[in-house]
């Protein structure tokens, strides 16, 4: 995780990169330990302020699928 910028928070852009990494991670049979690691004064904040405030205007069907993955 490198956005130190906005303290490494979670997103519509950074959700799908993480989950993607991890799913490579656990089907490659060489890879025996997966370290998180980021850059900056935190790990992560959380989720985006922004990224929230816009699933807000989601329906519940959009968000079932977002939280879903």
């Known amino acids: 995780m490198n956005r ?3 303290h490494n928070v979670f ?3 950074q959700l799908p990169r993480l ?3 991890l799913d490579n ?3 490659d049979p060489a890879v025996r330990v ?3 690691a980021s ?3 935190n790990f992560s904040t959380g989720g985006d302020i922004d990224y929230m405030r816009r699933m807000g205007t989601n329906s519940y069907e959009e968000n079932l699928e977002d939280g879903g993955q």
């Open 4 to 6: 130190p910028e906005v």
């Open 11 to 13: 997103d519509d852009h």
């Open 19 to 21: 989950t993607e990494a």
């Open 25 to 27: 991670a656990a089907i």
């Open 34 to 36: 997966v370290v998180l």
């Open 39 to 41: 850059e900056g004064k």
